[in-house]
């Protein structure tokens, strides 16, 4: 999972870019970059570390030119620790392209192999970021024949693409002196979504395409669409938009975690608000709340802040239970989740989270969180519970139990680190240290998130179900990928 955004303006689009990417920046916390052009010149600067402490003013001066993208990162491929793994990746020919990738590709092993001894091309990284750009280079370079490059031959340098990379990936870049492309794999996977607006003297329209709705609204953008699965959008510096399908046979199957947990709240993605797919959540968990813990049981309903909120709420106001804040967040650490290394997410737990004493004594206590997958934040809670005076703990997870790896563009590689792997959901209890563990099923998530529109009709659940949609993932491949991942 990272964030991503591409602007194409009237304007500078630094400061634009800047604050997109601080607007997503729930999405990725490791290290972040931001690139523009100028005519056909780049200026790039990207580094470890959280937007606000990532740039200096010396350093947005440098980034001139009225179109760009940014990114935000949080590791899936690569190495965490290593700045050159960091996005935006360039390459110098064909023009030049800059490129930003929100995903997961399945088959660097062969992209590896075929980008060496066919492409002739270096890969200085372990990043699939770099080998994406690499394939749009190599497609692009074989089907300019002229001076000019047109959206035909875009569209098709993409087709080509598809046809090479498997896996997710929704993918901005520039090309140096033409324009802003856009595309998303033919499943769907990893969101993208296209706003307008008129430029300040109306003669023209300025673009933007970004990882989540938020964005959009936020810099005053008409949401015009979601890219579909499978399409690309081409953006000329005049503002000229081209779209064509390059995919043999898209597919709409977005990812349900986005949904569970990765989003914000407050976007609205393929057509599906996140905020009320999590209250839908709730909903569907407060039935399976009642029918496990039974009221007698259950005092009050309090939420692991801030993505399970809209579901606890409903949890509480379908039960008939109070619903209570007994944690305060301490705003100033990271989503723990997606830090990399298991004891830095336990140290952050209780960096991140105080239990007021006054809210748990004495109390049978239904915690609510959005999901449970190594099972650190959610035993640490337990027992923070527990310190507080908690007669009782109750754990409930708003979505099914994960206990499969995750290849998508989620950092859950290995079955050894996911806690319900392996175990049944009395032994998960025992190991957070709960009196009751319960879990969402998948059905019902399934409902709960599509309920309301006929567009999609299922969701990307690997993750929960082992089913992985692209049908290329074999347990060869999830072992290669744990032994990989974990060495």
């Avoid at 015009?224 to 953006?235: M, N, Q, S, T």
């Avoid at 989503?335 to 004493?357: D, E």
Wanted: charged share 25%; net charge negative; glycine share 8%.
């Amino acid at each position: 999972m990272c964030g991503i955004v591409g602007i194409v303006s009237t304007e500078p689009a630094n400061q634009q870019i800047y604050d997109s990417l601080l607007l997503l920046q729930h999405r990725g916390q490791d290290s972040t970059g931001i690139a523009t052009a100028n005519g056909s010149m780049f200026h790039m600067h990207k580094a470890r570390g959280q937007v606000r402490e990532a740039f200096r003013t010396r350093d947005m001066r440098s980034l001139l030119g009225n179109m760009g993208v940014g990114h935000v990162r949080y590791v899936t491929k690569g190495d965490a620790e290593n700045e050159r793994e960091s996005q935006p990746f360039y390459v110098n020919a064909p023009y030049g392209i800059i490129l930003v990738h929100n995903g997961n590709l399945t088959n660097t092993r062969e992209l590896t192999e075929d980008l060496f001894r066919i492409d002739r091309r270096h890969m200085n990284s372990t990043s699939d970021t770099e080998m994406l750009v690499n394939v749009l280079a190599t497609e692009l370079e074989g089907q300019i024949s002229g001076r000019e490059l047109t959206p035909d031959q875009v569209f098709a340098a993409v087709s080509q693409v598809h046809e090479r990379v498997e896996g997710s990936y929704a993918t901005i870049a520039m090309i140096a002196g033409h324009g802003l492309l856009a595309f998303r794999d033919p499943w769907g996977i990893r969101p993208l979504i296209l706003g307008r607006r008129t430029a300040a003297g109306g003669d023209r329209d300025e673009w933007i395409v970004a990882s989540e709705s938020l964005v959009l609204e936020a810099g005053e953008y008409e949401v015009v669409r979601d890219v579909a699965p499978g399409e690309a959008v081409y953006i000329t510096l005049e503002g000229e938009l081209y779209s064509q399908q390059c995919a043999r046979s898209p597919r709409l199957v977005p990812c349900s975690f986005e949904y569970v947990y990765l989003a914000r709240p407050d976007s609205i993605m393929n057509g599906i608000s996140v905020y009320e797919a999590r209250l839908r959540l709730g909903d569907r968990l407060a039935d399976t709340v009642a029918r496990y813990a039974p009221a007698g049981d259950v005092d009050v309903v309090m939420p692991i802040p801030d993505s399970s909120r809209p579901a606890a709420m409903n949890v509480a106001q379908k039960l008939g239970v109070e619903y209570r804040e007994g944690f305060y967040k301490n705003r100033y650490v990271g989503r723990t989740f997606i830090m990399p290394g298991q004891a830095q997410r336990k140290r952050s737990v209780r960096q991140k989270l105080n239990a007021m004493s006054t809210e748990f004594r004495g109390k049978n206590v239904l915690i609510i969180d959005d999901s449970i997958v190594r099972g650190t934040t959610s035993k640490e809670i337990v027992d923070m519970a527990r310190h507080a005076g908690a007669n009782k703990v109750t754990f409930a997870s708003a979505a099914p139990p994960v206990r499969y790896p995750h290849v998508y563009g989620i950092n859950m590689p290995s079955r050894k680190e996911l806690v319900a792997s392996g175990r049944s959901i009395s032994e998960i209890a025992t190991l957070l240290g709960a009196d009751n563990l319960i879990y969402q099923t998948v059905d019902d998530m399934k409902s709960a998130i599509l309920e309301g529109q006929s567009t999609i009709s299922d969701l990307e659940m690997s993750c929960f179900t082992g089913e992985y949609i692209t049908g290329t993932v074999t347990d060869e491949y999830l072992a290669w990928v744990e032994k990989t991942q974990l060495s």
